[in-house]
């Protein structure tokens, strides 16, 4: 059964979830990783929304993180600030799950703006910014990123979240807990070496290859060989599991012209109108 780079991506991201964790989970491809968890290994753990809905239910992808009506219900529900001071800043977040625009080689995050931050110009792209990712990623046990439309790049034309900053005990000295665990691209799976806390390759996608790994990755990116260890080779998605994450979001990645043809598309009766018999 054909698959795109992005189910897989999605899938893979899901395993990271351990049944019975607290995960606070960002919108969009994120939030299909966490159902497939709860769907799958992990019935209970707990996915936690940015605005507060904890424990939800969800039958299919919330239209935003404080979107009820994509739920089949939820334990309680509390807001922002107590998402911050009840549970984050105690250490109750085991992880959290959220997109990158920008990563660097330590895991650091850049969601504010493509480009020059204080002089506006043609060539810059104002993006949806921190909203939590910086609270998260700054204080959650650990952070998984997922890279879709973003890049890797050399230095982040903005700081909006926190990684392991400098390298090494950086982020340990800035006092901040945590850090980014892993990197989940459409092409393979990174992770950070212990001591310099620098990314490296762990798992490869099929029919993808070192060669087409280094063509996005603007530094000197090692593997897992350079630390005694082995590049995992990732199975194929099963058809079950493809079934699940189309019925829960059948436009999962596609947006812009694309998805918006797609959801017309879908729409009762436009292969008829389409075909003139309406």
């Known amino acids: ?47 936690l929304t940015e605005a507060g809905m904890v424990n939800v239910n969800m039958f ?16 309680y529900s509390i807001d922002l600030f107590d998402v911050f001071t009840t549970i984050v800043h105690r250490g109750y977040a085991d992880l ?19 480009g020059d931050y204080c002089i506006k110009s043609r060539s810059d792209m104002r993006l949806p910014g921190s909203g939590g990712a910086n609270e ?24 909006t979240s926190p990684g392991w900053l400098e390298g090494g005990d950086s982020r340990k000295k800035a006092g901040l807990l945590g850090g980014p665990s892993a990197v989940f691209s459409q092409y393979g799976i990174f992770r950070f070496e212990e001591h310099s806390k620098e990314m490296y390759l762990s798992a490869l996608y099929p029919e993808t290859t070192l060669e087409d790994i280094r063509k996005i990755i603007p530094w000197d990116l090692k593997t897992a060989e350079d630390f005694g260890k082995t590049v995992r080779e990732v199975e194929p998605p099963t058809k079950a599991e493809l079934f699940f994450m189309r019925e829960f979001e059948p436009f999962l990645g596609i947006s812009g012209h694309e998805g918006r043809l797609l959801q017309v598309k879908s729409l009762p009766g436009y292969y008829e109108k389409k075909e003139g018999k309406k």
Request: proline residues 3%.
């Open 96 to 114: 959290c799950i959220l997109g990158a625009a920008q990563i660097d080689k330590y895991g650091n995050v850049n969601t504010t703006v493509v």
């Open 60 to 75: 299919q992808n919330l239209e935003d993180v404080a979107d009820p009506g994509s739920t089949k219900g939820f334990s």
């Open 136 to 159: 998260f990623a700054g204080h959650c046990n650990r952070t998984i990123y997922t890279v879709v439309g973003g890049h890797f790049v050399e230095e982040l034309d903005y700081l």
């Open 1 to 47: 059964m054909k698959y795109r780079r992005v189910e897989i991506m999605v899938l893979e991201t899901s395993k990271e979830i351990q049944d019975g964790e607290v995960a606070i989970i960002g919108q969009g491809i994120p939030m299909t990783a966490g159902a497939i968890a709860k769907r799958s290994h992990a019935p209970n753990a707990v996915i």
